[in-house]
């Protein structure tokens, strides 16, 4: 059974760097699946931010792609997210997720228990 | 605005039958990647409910299913039980964005 669980300030300033980690237990992240952050402003939908492979390549939302970086810690089997210039819209939970991606299908089959952060002086 | 579209609520009494759509375009749905179905309750993290157009994981009773035509997919749920209350997304692969997408969101009430 893959866990996983976010970890990093519940608060942020506007104007700074949102950084979380995501530690994986009971998998690999050397696996062939995507790692992968999912956010929810509150009240609100789930929006996709971004994956990373094993391999190194990254695919992120464009429409925040210039503030984005995830990566990969193969050493302690985790995975990070940091999103710079962060503003009140970027207040949300935050979930790291395993992508699983197999034909025609890319889904996320397990889910960390989420974080919140909020941007704000 | 969600690139898949869902309506925002349902309801239905305890036994009955209810389905949600989720609608998208040729870059997603139409282009045939597969349509996913997430079920959320309130303060918990999203949990898959079906993958890969009708496989269930590990636990999920065979009350849940899905279909999809064309550009549209649906998730029914039969027999609803109180336990079932809870929001409700769709996802796909877009290959437009290069990305994963998900729908709105839809909001089921067990009468």
């Known amino acids: 059974q893959v866990q996983l669980q976010e970890s990093g300030p519940g608060l942020v300033k506007p104007s700074g760097t949102l950084s979380l980690t995501c530690a994986v237990s009971?998998?690999?992240?050397?696996?062939?699946?995507?790692w992968s952050w999912v956010r929810q402003p509150p009240g609100m939908g789930l929006e996709w931010i971004g994956d990373?492979?094993?391999?190194?390549?990254?695919k992120y939302n464009p429409s925040l792609k210039s503030r984005l970086t995830i990566s990969l810690d193969n050493s302690k089997n985790q995975f990070s997210l940091e999103v710079n210039s962060v503003t009140a819209a970027d207040t949300a939970f935050y979930y790291c997720?395993?992508?699983?991606?197999?034909?025609?299908?890319?889904?996320?089959?397990?889910w960390g228990q989420g974080t919140l952060v909020t941007v704000s002086s | 605005q969600s690139v898949l579209t869902q309506p925002p609520s349902v309801s239905g009494a305890p036994g009955q039958r209810v389905t949600i759509s989720c609608t998208g375009s040729?870059?997603?749905?139409?282009?045939?990647?597969?349509v996913h179905w997430y079920q959320q309750i309130p303060g918990t993290a999203p949990k898959l409910l079906i993958y890969?157009?009708?496989n269930r994981p590990s636990g999920v009773p065979d009350r849940f299913s899905a279909s999809n035509s064309g550009t549209s997919a649906s998730l029914a749920i039969a027999g609803l039980q109180a336990e079932d209350e809870a929001d409700y997304y769709c996802?796909?692969?877009?290959?437009?964005?290069?990305?994963?997408?998900f729908g709105g969101g839809t909001k089921l009430t067990v009468l």
């Open positions: 040729g870059s997603n749905i139409g282009a045939d990647y597969d």
């Open positions: 009971g998998g690999s992240i050397r696996s062939t699946d995507w």
């Open positions: 997720a395993r992508k699983r991606a197999v034909g025609t299908a890319y889904y996320f089959d397990y």
């Open positions: 990373a492979s094993h391999s190194g390549i990254t």
């Open positions: 890969g157009k009708t």
């Open positions: 996802q796909s692969y877009d290959n437009i964005l290069s990305g994963s997408v």
